[in-house]
């Protein structure tokens, strides 16, 4: 038997009546929000399953244009995301999609729009006490829950990507937890996530960037150590 944490049994500390679709719909919100790196100026939703039917009850539409702003789950402006959200200037858009079923029950589709124009667009699901897992960036298949400080290279898929990634991190004394490939097929775009138990120095971007056949570098902070 794994070993349960009594935040597992207990869920996160939140503001909203439920883990999965109010604290859950936050934290993959916020992810999207690290992700673009910039203040949001435009966001369309896509909810299914549960989170369709029952986003403005159980607060999943707030939570999820706060965590756009940047509010974590235990930010007590989540009540006033709408009010926020006009203040900023942000225009949002929900919509449901209760046909696809073949999906889990508490997901949704984020497209993003920042100030400059940047984009970003990612799945998440909200599986359970608060915890989530990213399924898709950019209509490429991935897979990480956004517990842990985590570094998403785009770049295309070739030789000496990998190589040139750990070198670039243990040149800065970086201990890698977990790293995983995605791509589109062999030899076009594709995602490396790189998972860190510690703190990452931003100035890391630059410095993986370097590489002609890198395209863009995010890095997703969660906490500090």
Not at 3 to 8: L, P
Not at 74 to 87: L, S
């Amino acid at each position: 038997m794994g070993f349960i944490s009594i935040f597992d049994v207990l869920g996160p500390n939140m503001v909203g009546p439920s883990s999965s679709h109010t604290a859950g719909a936050c934290s993959i919100a916020l992810l999207a929000h690290k992700m673009l790196d910039e203040p949001p100026s435009q966001v369309e939703y896509t909810l299914y399953g549960s989170f369709a039917r029952t986003y403005r009850g159980h607060g999943t539409d707030r939570a999820l244009l706060a965590g756009v702003m940047g509010c974590s789950t235990d930010d007590i402006r989540i009540p006033h995301a709408y009010e926020m959200a006009q203040a900023q200037n942000l225009t949002w858009k929900f919509i449901c999609n209760e046909t696809e079923t073949e999906i889990h029950p508490n997901t949704v589709d984020i497209y993003l729009t920042g100030i400059s124009g940047k984009s970003i667009s990612l799945r998440g699901e909200s599986i359970g006490g608060g915890k989530i897992r990213i399924v898709r960036i950019n209509e490429i298949e991935v897979d990480f829950s956004g517990e842990d400080n985590t570094l998403i290279v785009v770049h295309r898929d070739c030789i000496g990507m990998a190589a040139h990634i750990t070198s670039c991190l243990s040149q800065r004394n970086i201990n890698i937890a977990f790293m995983k490939l995605f791509r589109e097929n062999k030899g076009d775009r594709a995602y490396s996530i790189v998972e860190f138990d510690n703190n990452v120095p931003e100035d890391i971007k630059e410095k993986i960037l370097e590489k002609e056949d890198v395209e863009k570098v995010m890095l997703i902070q969660v906490r500090e150590g």
